[in-house]
């Protein structure tokens, strides 16, 4: 056999954005490898990406356009070819815009692919061009966006590469081993230079149970651990004063606001104990260097965006951004700076409307395909999503897709729940099928990666797909001609000087180039002289300190004793999201419903025994766990489960109301009382 060997970098949703080594016999992929020379992948890949194989060549991918043929939602279709299809989403979409205004048309896409190109190059240049509404793509961290836009000026923290010199590191509602695996060897590499590492979760997942010490902690509740800890801070003189009164304002404020939260009032909020509280609180200011890597389960709540502003303000308090191995990582998405306007081209949308387009939160999905007017959404395109599965408030999600006035296409590479909605349903290439170019959340590594092996069947990838669209509109606009290559290249044409010397020339060669946000050789330390993004001063915020109870829970305005614990669906070690939602053992591990010993005693429900979880908003039939993984009060299910996999075909997002955080739009997923009960045998 004929063997060949390419870089290429995994597209998932995922921080460590890895590079592969991707092996093709005879033009089949054959083996996905970790690229040993990436200095944060270092040759090894989860478990996810090392099966990826067996999705790229699954036989129930989706190979050919269709054309639905059952009821919507029914999944029944029959094969069309992509002239047929194209030719019928233009005339939809024409017919939708002449009816009832070109922002009845409605693009639905997330992060799918991490790709520009492929997840927001051609697709925005033909939305913009066609009028159509904008999404705001709310759905995953626009609370912990707008928080560290707001607090630190920039979506900047520290290297993953420095946390092995860190002698104190915190996990925050941070998964490590399931959600970014490749900052775990610097933190073993830390340990065993004699760092302590704590963790602070509603679950003690592989990560906490693999901790130094866990702390449990109620939902939401994580801004009051932050305000007793700085009372503990302040109160003991342990702050770092010089780099206070360089560097922040609004230190005398915080002083006082601060005086009324004793570790006693946030024990009874938090259900962390006082004296844990005091002892965490003065051993992250004592211990130096001190990290705190914070992931984004923390901003799925009410009080998110405030609770990410929060945390991100305690390394200023201590003035651990001053310290190699110090300070806050939660995204580095904010050091690529690349030239979205040359690749997005939002200045399309002068030509169809003479002005921006509306904005729709995906968040409300439920409300905009059901309650949207003026004008109301008549058709959409899905790709790089699966909001059949992914929104809250599901019920009204599938009622909106069950619509048969609205015209619905999907680009998928399975026939996920969304896709069994769909008018029109396009196959889609897979990331060792194209070429794109790669940012990442989790390091400062651009990454361009080509195409590995042609596409099975009549996949394309989305920058073809939007190419053949605008052509059969008859956009004649220049920038519809351009190639991915030449949409690399005006990405990377950008005065930042983040991008200098970061060429598409550069990528072929070296396949990762590290941003230019230090001299080489020397760490990035974004906050050790102030904060640029804000004027050079970080404002201690009072309005982002000033914490209630979310009102969907325990000690909120909304209790009702009818729906007492609190249901959180964090995300599953071996899926992505609802990627692998199809495989067997994905959708076993999803159907678990984690219970503490008490909640299920008091219930009759022992562990394997199968359970309701419902409220006012829908059910979910799971298979109690019954151990220590969760604190009295609290269940907890791995997301996101295939809702056409279930019994009564309703995922966790059944339960989820489209109530949002305080900031930035996005959904409060882990605010949702629930009741659990045993059924059946």
Not at 530 to 538: E, K, Q
């Amino acid at each position: 056999m004929a063997q060949t060997v390419h870089h290429s970098t995994c597209a998932l949703d995922c921080p460590d954005a890895c590079a592969v080594l991707v092996s093709v016999e005879d033009g089949r992929v054959t083996r996905f490898r970790g690229d040993p020379a990436h200095p944060v992948t270092r040759g090894f890949l989860c478990g996810k990406v090392a099966q990826y194989a067996e999705r790229v060549n699954s036989p129930h991918r989706l190979l050919y356009p269709q054309r639905r043929t059952g009821a919507k939602g029914e999944g029944r279709f029959e094969r069309i070819t992509w002239d047929e299809a194209i030719a019928t989403i233009a005339g939809r979409f024409e017919d939708a815009a002449a009816r009832y205004g070109s922002e009845s048309i409605l693009p639905y896409s997330y992060a799918g692919t991490m790709g520009y190109l492929q997840g927001s190059g051609m697709d925005r240049r033909f939305f913009h061009r066609l009028g159509a509404s904008r999404l705001d793509r709310t759905i995953c961290s626009g609370a912990g966006v707008a928080a560290l836009n707001q607090t630190l000026g920039a979506r900047t923290g520290t290297e993953p590469e420095q946390f092995r010199h860190s002698k104190l590191i915190i996990a925050w509602g941070a998964n490590i081993l399931g959600t970014s695996v490749h900052l775990w060897p610097f933190i073993v590499e830390a340990r065993r230079n004699g760092a302590r590492f704590y963790t602070i979760d509603p679950v003690k997942n592989r990560t906490g149970s693999l901790s130094d010490r866990h702390f449990f902690i109620n939902p939401g509740s994580d801004q009051a651990l932050v305000l007793a800890m700085m009372h503990v801070i302040l109160g003991e003189g342990l702050e770092d004063r010089a780099y206070i009164d360089q560097y922040t304002t609004g230190i005398t404020a915080l002083r006082e606001h601060v005086r009324a939260w004793t570790p006693e009032r946030a024990e009874a909020l938090t259900g962390i104990l006082r004296d844990d509280i005091v002892a965490l609180a003065r051993e992250y200011a004592t211990t130096r260097p001190a990290a705190i890597r914070l992931n984004y389960g923390v901003q799925r709540t009410e009080r998110g965006g405030s609770a990410t502003c929060a945390i991100a303000m305690l390394p200023a308090l201590t003035g651990s951004w001053k310290d190699i191995g110090g300070g806050l990582l939660v995204s580095t998405s904010g050091g690529y700076h690349i030239n979205r306007a040359a690749l997005e081209r939002p200045d399309l949308q002068q030509i169809s409307l003479g002005r921006d387009a509306r904005i729709v939160n995906m968040s409300t999905l439920g409300s905009a395909l059901t309650g949207l007017s003026d004008p109301p959404v008549k058709a959409m395109m899905v790709y790089n999503s699966n909001p059949a599965a992914v929104v809250p408030d599901q019920h009204r999600v599938h009622r909106g897709l069950a619509r048969e006035d609205l015209f619905l296409v999907v680009a998928e590479q399975f026939q996920t729940d969304t896709a069994d909605y769909a008018d029109i349903l396009l196959p889609s290439t897979m990331f060792a099928e194209h070429d794109d170019l790669y940012f990442a959340y989790g390091h400062y590594y651009m990454q361009l990666a080509r195409k590995a092996a042609e596409p099975p069947g009549e996949c394309k990838p989305n920058s073809e797909v939007f190419r053949l669209l605008a052509a059969r509109m008859g956009f004649t606009d220049p920038c519809f001609a351009d190639s991915d290559d030449d949409m690399i290249r005006q990405s990377l044409a950008s005065p930042h000087p983040y991008l200098q010397g970061v060429t598409l020339e550069r990528l072929e060669r070296e396949h990762s180039v590290r941003l230019n946000v230090s001299p080489e050789g020397e760490p990035f330390q974004p906050h050790a002289q102030g904060f640029p993004g804000t004027g050079g001063r970080m404002e201690f915020r009072l309005d982002a300190l000033a914490y209630e109870p979310p009102d969907e829970s325990r000690h909120g305005t909304s209790y009702n004793a009818a729906f007492p614990l609190e249901f959180i669906s964090p995300k599953n070690d071996d899926s992505m999201n609802s990627t692998f939602g199809n495989r067997p053992t994905v959708d076993a591990q999803t159907a678990a419903l984690v219970m503490h010993t008490l909640d299920a005693g008091s219930r009759g429900i022992q562990d394997g025994d199968p359970v309701r979880v419902f409220n006012g908003r829908g059910n979910l039939l799971l298979k109690a766990s019954v151990n220590g993984a969760v604190r009295p009060g609290v269940v907890s299910s791995p997301s996101v489960r295939w809702p056409k996999m279930t019994p009564n075909r309703q995922g966790p997002n059944a339960l989820t109301s489209e109530r949002l955080a305080d900031m930035g739009g996005s959904p409060a997923f882990y605010n949702c009382m629930v009741q659990v009960e045993r059924c059946g045998d």
